[in-house]
């Protein structure tokens, strides 16, 4: 598969690789090499310029527009940028991948108190993000990836504002998550990070380029979700 | 977790954020409301006063006879009069008093007018059916042939122009509504627009989170659809009591044509109706604004 922006070189090429359901993976590679682009291109905000992507079991490419909310609903994802909605509360950020699934409000109290909890904002609730430090921002749109128990979760540098004892937390909540069955992406440069979650996999990005650094890819999963 | 809604949970309200009247559009649309009823108001009253002057006038002829001599007159008045009593299809007959002819020539001739010998012509008021007054030759000839100094004069013939500017205006009134429509329509595009690039972040993030196009366009279509409602109910208000206040001007007149224009209850309450058909004008314009907007992104 190969990304090109505009007229450009490409972006990506030639990427051709595949991900375990319920595994566990760190996307790495120096700032540029395109990680955000790769998980853009996952969580279905830019269609490949060519080649082929299957999520779930699906061509995405070629997939009409007007079944892909049903495919993005099942991803849960931690934008590089957060992209927390400026004029809602922690809560109300929390509780919107919920809402969009159409959950009732009386609903949706309890888990996103019990999800603010965890990523420690509990007390942060009412707050808007702009009253909220990086690291506060980050958290919320962490707990608002997770939110909805996503099948996938694509995380671009979730830990990149937050001190180590909270980064160990968060992967810690990520690897609950991917215990309880949820495919995981992390893309970072914390190589502690890496080293934390034994059972994880590493794609290395160089220029746009795969590279196969643990060898964990050169064997085709049984059962590819990506 | 239902599979598509078409809803946000219950309380989608505060995704996009609601300020409860603001900016210029609920007031340009204000305006635009106030001025289509007042436009439809001016169509809707034209038209009653186009109907009560045909009730007035409407197939009903007068016959003048202009003779100098009196007797001559009166017994010639007295022929057409037996004449037109035989033909099929006229309803009414009558000749004008004395008292009726002084009151009409009263602004020309001054009081007293009348008891100087003038001659004055016989003057014959006779009701028509409809098809009767489609034929008028027929009554023409049955009356030149016993009165040849006779003139039969076709009532709606005086009005006519009346008439016709009367239907002039109506078509005005027409066209103003549709272009304040058109314009109405235009506003709502712009404002959907505006919208739309103020919330764009906010909608991009509710896209990727898997919100169907369906879901976005709605939240845009209640805050559209509730500045409507405000500029409809304030264009409305305003309109009424300018009408209200003009139909009274109108009536201290005492201008029989313009009293006549005076709008019944089913035209007040198509006047009521248009802030509702806004509210719906509005909802679909910024409806199909945003689906387009939202069709663009992957
Ligand atoms: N929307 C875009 N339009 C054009 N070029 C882009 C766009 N997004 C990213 N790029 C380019 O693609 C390359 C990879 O960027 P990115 O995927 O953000 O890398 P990373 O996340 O690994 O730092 C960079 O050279 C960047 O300038
Ligand atoms: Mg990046």
Redesign the interface.
Request: hydrophobic letters at 40%.
């Given at each position: 598969m190969g990304l090109r922006y505009g007229t450009g070189a490409e972006t990506l090429s030639d990427l051709t690789f595949s991900l375990q359901e319920g595994g566990f993976y760190f996307l790495t590679g120096a700032s540029g090499a395109g990680k955000t682009s790769l998980l853009k291109l996952l969580?279905?905000?830019?269609?490949p310029s060519r080649g082929l992507i299957k999520l779930f079991g699906e061509d995405i490419v070629t997939m009409p527009?007007?079944r892909?909310?049903?495919?993005?609903?099942?991803?849960g994802?931690v934008f590089q940028d957060f992209?927390l909605?400026?004029?809602?509360s922690a809560f109300?950020n929390v509780?919107?991948?919920?809402?969009?699934?159409?959950?009732?409000?009386?609903?949706?109290e309890t888990p996103v108190r019990e999800m603010l909890n965890w990523v420690g904002l509990g007390h942060r609730s009412s707050a808007r993000p702009a009253t909220l430090s990086g690291g506060e921002q980050q958290r919320v749109a962490i707990a608002r990836a997770v939110i909805a128990r996503p099948e996938l979760l694509l995380a671009d540098e979730p830990t990149g504002n937050v001190d180590p004892e909270m980064a160990k937390r968060l992967l810690h909540l990520f690897d609950s998550l991917n215990k309880l069955g949820t495919t995981v992406v992390v893309a970072t440069h914390d190589v502690h990070l890496i080293a934390r979650i034994g059972r994880s996999e590493m794609l290395r990005l160089d220029r746009g380029q795969i590279s196969d650094p643990t060898g964990a890819l050169r064997n085709p999963p049984r059962a590819p979700i990506a | 977790m239902k599979p598509s809604p078409r809803k946000f949970g219950t309380a989608d309200r505060g995704l996009l954020p609601e300020g409860r009247i603001t900016g210029p559009m609920p007031w340009v649309l204000a305006i635009m409301m106030f001025l289509t009823v007042l436009a439809a108001a001016a169509g809707l009253g034209l038209g009653t006063a186009a109907r009560s002057l045909d009730a007035d006038v409407g197939n009903s002829i007068t016959i003048q006879i202009v003779e100098a001599n009196p007797d001559f007159r009166n017994a010639q008045a007295r022929i057409v009069i037996s004449e037109l009593q035989k033909i099929p299809g006229v309803t009414s007959v009558r000749r004008l008093g004395e008292e009726e002819m002084a009151r009409l020539l009263e602004p020309w001739l001054g009081e007293g007018g009348l008891e100087a010998d003038l001659p004055v012509p016989a003057l014959i008021d006779a009701d028509l059916t409809a098809e009767a007054y489609s034929n008028l030759q027929i009554i023409r000839d049955a009356v030149a042939a016993v009165a040849p100094s006779a003139r039969v004069d076709d009532n709606a013939q005086w009005l006519a122009p009346l008439a016709k500017l009367i239907a002039a205006l109506r078509w005005l009134a027409a066209g103003l509504v549709i272009l304040m429509v058109g314009a109405t329509a235009a506003t709502v595009v712009l404002a959907a627009r505006a919208s739309l690039d103020t919330h764009r972040g906010t909608i991009e993030v509710l896209h990727l989170m898997g919100a169907t196009d369906v879901q976005v366009a709605r939240l845009f279509q209640r805050r559209i659809a509730l500045d409507a409602l405000f500029g409809g109910a304030v264009g409305l208000v305003t309109a009424a009591a300018v009408l209200l206040v003009i139909g009274n001007r109108v009536g201290a007149l005492g201008s029989e044509l313009l009293g006549s224009a005076g709008l019944p209850l089913t035209s007040w309450l198509l006047l009521g109706a248009l802030p509702v058909g806004g509210v719906f004008l509005a909802m679909l314009v910024a409806r199909i604004t945003i689906l387009r907007a939202l069709g663009r992104l992957l």
């Open positions: 969580y279905l905000a830019q269609r527009r007007k892909l909310p049903g495919f993005r609903r099942r991803i994802v992209r909605v400026r004029h809602l109300d509780a919107l991948p919920l809402r969009v699934a159409g959950v009732e409000d009386k609903d949706l | -």
